[in-house]
């Protein structure tokens, strides 16, 4: 049977958001609608992360859970990095899956499902020399604030993360394609696009730099404001950084993860950056664009990591000050160099050290959240909150901001921040800037 409709389930980064958005444009493309929520699919798609232990296992049990109390399940893909790394090994762990797609390979999943339709299991985890964008149908449909892909995969090789191996080498789009789909996320109601890559800064198609892509973009009228995501420490250029003090459009917001504040830790992660390199990079950014929020990415118990190395690491925290942060408990993934290191930390130690180094951060965000009360800013809006006449929108800080307004999703309002919490702020609607 042909399904008719499609849900997509997807986990881990943004990029696996971006890529089941794609999913869905072409099921779409395909005379496929998306189920309502709380019904069932005909077809789900499980688009899985592989970076930590976890997220794996919660990818096969909700292949489990797909069971229907009658004993039949919907058609199940498996795709993102689970498919990439498992591939038909996938096939034989959970026999409900019917067929496995990787990230890059993606857009032949339409084919693949009417492969499964003449009784095959298809697995596709090739990474292909053409690009899955140029088979792509364009940008239709899109949010307020949007994400677009412009750089994928890795070549940097960490020692503890699986992405070169998922996602393969790195590559990026042209910057002609780029700009092709953002003026068709603006056409489709984007105000605000994320430019997305695993290493984003690292972006460069031969011709322009990170920098005169974002000046280029900045162009497009009705485009109101730039993101990007995930940056890497060694890829921060000068030209860059000068960018955040030449271009309105780009939001004063960096995500840089720094992984450790110990630099043999560092050494041993192999991240090609020390303490000192990365905070001379903060303190160019902050003297370029002193309201800078800064996020970064932490990884507490790296096999070897000492009490006096975590320590290091909370120092880390404070000499930044981050405005928000992601820390995660190492998890040992198979096939990279850090599984087979001595010195596996116990969890144990892990677990505590997680809970000390996320009451710092918090105690950060909330100070930073605290000295933006009292600001006039701008938000764009992005949904209905949970009470009526309550929307929620975005500061330039990328702090959610709950208020009451008559404004629309979409909308940039002129706000006052009047409360902070840890997660979020609170704000007095002014007036509308710009609808
Ligand atoms: N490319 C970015 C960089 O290098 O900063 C990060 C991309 S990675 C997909 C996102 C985050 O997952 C990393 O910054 C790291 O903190 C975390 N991560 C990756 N591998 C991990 C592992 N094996 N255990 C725990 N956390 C991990
Ligand atoms: Fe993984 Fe390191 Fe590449 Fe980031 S830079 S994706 S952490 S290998």
């Known amino acids: 049977m042909t399904p008719k409709t499609f849900k997509i389930k997807s986990f881990g980064c943004q990029m696996n958001v971006y890529d089941g958005e794609r999913m869905a444009e072409l099921l779409s493309e395909q005379g496929m609608s998306a189920a309502a929520d709380g019904t069932d699919a005909d077809l789900v798609v499980l688009n899985t992360c592989h970076i930590r232990e976890k997220a794996a296992e919660k990818a096969y049990s909700d292949v489990g859970r797909l069971r229907r109390e009658d004993g039949s399940k919907p058609l199940i893909a498996l795709a993102g990095c689970v498919a990439q790394a498992e591939g038909a090994e996938a096939m034989r762990r959970s026999p409900m899956i019917d067929l496995v797609v990787g990230p890059q390979a993606y857009h032949r999943l339409p084919d693949m499902v009417a492969q499964v339709g003449r009784g095959a299991r298809p697995v596709d985890i090739d990474m ?7 088979a792509m149908p364009s940008r239709r449909r899109a949010g307020p604030s949007a994400f677009l892909t412009i750089q994928e995969g890795c070549d940097k090789f960490c020692t503890y993360c699986v992405v070169p191996y998922t996602r393969g080498a790195e590559i990026s789009r042209p910057q002609g394609d780029i700009v092709t789909e953002a003026h068709a996320l603006v056409d489709a109601g984007a105000r605000e696009i994320t430019l997305l890559g695993q290493n984003v800064n690292a972006w460069d198609d031969g011709e322009t730099n990170f920098a005169d892509l974002i000046r280029t973009l900045a162009k497009i009228d009705g485009l109101e404001r730039i993101r990007y995501t995930t940056s890497h420490p060694v890829n921060m250029s000068d030209a860059l950084i000068a960018a955040h003090g030449e271009i309105d459009k780009l939001m004063p917001y960096l995500h840089l993860p720094v992984q450790s504040g110990s630099n043999r830790v560092l050494k041993a992660m192999n991240r090609s950056h020390t303490v000192e390199s990365y905070l001379r990079t903060i303190e160019k950014m902050r003297a370029t664009r002193s309201d800078i929020a800064l996020s970064g990415d932490f990884i507490v118990g790296f096999p070897g990591e000492s009490d006096a190395e975590f320590e290091d690491t909370l120092n880390i925290v404070d000499a930044v000050g ?27 130690i892990m677990d505590e050290r997680l809970q000390r180094l996320q009451e710092r951060i918090t105690a950060h965000s909330m100070a930073f959240n605290r000295s933006k009360v009292g600001v006039d800013t701008q938000i764009l809006i992005e949904r209905k909150g949970r009470y009526a006449g309550q929307m929620i929108g975005k500061s330039p800080w990328l702090q959610s901001v709950h208020l009451d307004t008559d404004a629309q999703a979409g909308d940039i309002i002129d706000v006052t921040l009047v409360a902070a919490g840890p997660n979020s702020m609170t704000g007095a609607a002014r007036e509308l800037v710009a609808a």
């Open 128 to 134: 292909p020399a053409i690009s899955k964008f140029d």
């Open 322 to 348: 981050y405005a928000s942060a992601y820390s995660f408990k190492y998890s040992a993934r198979p096939g990279t160099p850090a599984a087979t290191m001595e010195d596996q930390i116990a969890r144990e």
